[in-house]
């Protein structure tokens, strides 16, 4: 089978990361292949911030908790985030920050990283506690948090089941 068909096929979400970052070439590789995703008229609208900071990690992933109603980490230990904000001015904004969340993961998949989609970015981004982080990086105020993608190193031994497809999933007219 052709190899980019087999990695979209392979890919799963890990919920389980070893502690130690990935690398910076691992890194700008997933963040590039975001910035090929397909765009409403090849706008490019979606803005991708990548956090790697411990305690930056720890502050947003509190906050997605919260918003949650637990006190477990949604972020898995993960030791590295790209959160992509859709620019809610441009008319295809939503579905293009989408395209990139799903290019970030099957790229990581391709290097051998381990990736999940994390919710609840546009509830955390609203919050005025973050308010000097969306500053800091520049966001307009047109920027909602679409997606999390949280990255790391998939433990040895960790299988990634895939669920049998479900019925009626394609219907052909």
């Known amino acids: 089978m052709n190899a980019t068909l087999e990695t979209l096929k392979s ?5 389980h990361y070893r ?3 990935i690398t910076e070439a691992e ?5 590039e292949v975001g910035t090929y995703a397909p765009t409403g008229h090849g706008s490019q609208s979606p803005v991708m911030v990548a956090v790697r900071n411990p305690e930056l990690l720890k502050r947003l992933s509190a906050v997605n908790a919260a918003i949650m109603g ?4 949604p972020f898995y230990g993960a030791p590295t985030a ?3 904000f ?9 579905q293009d920050a989408c395209m990139v969340m799903a290019n970030l993961m099957h790229a990581a998949h391709a ?4 990736s999940c989609w994390i919710n609840r970015a546009k509830q955390m981004f609203e919050l005025p506690e973050l308010a000097d982080l969306r500053a800091k990086w520049g966001l307009k105020p047109e920027m ?3 997606g999390i993608c949280i990255l790391g190193y998939i433990p040895e031994g960790t299988v990634l089941p895939c669920k049998a497809r479900k019925e009626g999933y394609i219907i052909k007219d």
């Open 11 to 15: 890919r799963r979400s890990c919920r």
């Open 19 to 21: 502690p130690e970052p």
């Open 27 to 31: 890194l700008d590789a997933v963040l």
């Open 70 to 73: 637990t006190d477990r980490d």
């Open 82 to 84: 790209i959160i992509v």
């Open 86 to 94: 859709a620019d809610t001015s441009a008319p295809t904004g939503h």
């Open 111 to 114: 290097l051998g990283l381990g």
């Open 144 to 146: 909602e948090g679409m």
